[in-house]
Structure formats: structure tokens, C-alpha cells
């Protein structure tokens, strides 16, 4: 088995949906994902209605994810820690117990601009279109994900 987290401050939008879009690209039966934020505000909640709504234009249903504050536990849970942005890798990283934990974690773009440390910006506050942004650009990184994991 395999364990996927993915990080953002809120986990009511960006990443609910970058988990919902790798959990449909890779195989139930030998990988888990999931996802968490740094921040507890919005602990219990579902995900943004405008996730939701980007989500299901693309055949994918996330309306049922809760969302959840990112835990030190999570180090030992999980193989693999993608982060949307700066903030959230340095929240994540400030968890790290070890060397170990640390290598757990990288910027989800990284897999499409390796190295780049590039961010998934946060549409909280903006409107639809940057949604539909966010959705197009974890849809790219995670079918490279599933392509090298399976
Ligand atoms: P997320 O977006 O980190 O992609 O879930 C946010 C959601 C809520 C807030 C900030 C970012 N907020 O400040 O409430």
C-alpha cells in the first residue's frame, strides 16, 4: 500500500481536490489518498461548494470529504506529503520529527516543474476561474504522479 496526503492551509479547496483527483487516477486496492491543512478553521467542513462545483464538471464527486487539521501522525500514515504552497510546506516541515519525515514531503507542482518549488495559488478569495485553474493544474500533476507511482 501506498499513502498519498494532500496538504493546503484550509483543506476545503485546493487540496480536496487534488485528492480527489488522484484518488481517481490510481488503483483503490494498493493506494490510499487523503488530505489535510495546516490550518484548523475549517476542521469538520465540507469542501468549498466551488471545489465541489469544479470537481463535478469533471465527473468527480468530493462533496462528502471532511475537512481536517494536518497532524505529526500523519508523518508515520503517510509515504508521500504534497504541499500546495510555501506557507504549507513550511507549516509541514516545522512538524518534521527527523530526516526521514522531511523526505516525505515536496511541492505538488514539482512534479510537472521539478525543483521549482511553484505554487497552486489559493482561490479562496478570487472567483470561479480560479478554480478552474487550480483543478487544470493538479489534474497535470497528478497524472504524473499516478504515471510514475503505478
Ligand atoms: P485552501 O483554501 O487552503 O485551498 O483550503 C483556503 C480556504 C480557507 C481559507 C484560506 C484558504 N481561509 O482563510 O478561511
Known amino acids: 500500500m501506498t499513502n498519498i496526503l494532500m496538504v493546503c492551509?484550509?483543506?476545503?479547496?485546493?487540496?480536496?481536490?487534488?485528492?480527489?483527483?488522484?484518488?481517481?487516477?490510481?488503483p483503490?486496492?494498493?493506494?490510499?489518498?487523503?488530505?489535510?491543512g495546516t490550518a484548523n478553521y475549517h476542521s469538520g467542513s465540507q469542501p468549498d461548494r466551488r471545489s465541489v462545483a469544479v470537481a463535478k464538471k469533471y465527473g468527480l464527486d468530493i462533496s462528502k470529504l471532511k475537512a481536517r487539521q494536518f497532524d505529526v501522525s500523519d508523518f508515520d500514515r503517510f509515504d508521500l506529503i504534497y504541499v500546495m504552497d510555501e506557507s504549507n510546506y513550511r507549516n509541514v516541515m516545522a512538524l518534521a520529527r527527523d530526516d526521514n519525515d522531511k523526505a516525505k514531503v515536496d511541492f505538488v507542482?514539482?512534479?510537472i516543474y521539478?525543483?521549482?518549488?511553484?505554487?497552486v495559488p489559493d482561490p479562496y478569495y478570487g472567483g470561479d476561474?480560479?478554480?478552474?485553474?487550480?483543478?487544470?493544474?493538479?489534474?497535470?500533476?497528478?497524472?504524473i504522479?499516478?504515471?510514475k507511482l503505478i
Open 129 to 143: 476561474q480560479g478554480f478552474e485553474n487550480v483543478y487544470n493544474m493538479l489534474d497535470e500533476a497528478c497524472s
Open 28 to 36: 483503490r486496492n494498493s493506494f490510499t489518498v487523503d488530505s489535510a
Open 9 to 26: 492551509l484550509g483543506n476545503i479547496c485546493r487540496s480536496p481536490l487534488a485528492e480527489g483527483i488522484l484518488k481517481a487516477k490510481l
Open 145 to 147: 504522479i499516478a504515471k
Open 109 to 111: 507542482l514539482n512534479e
Open 114 to 119: 521539478p525543483k521549482e518549488n511553484y505554487t
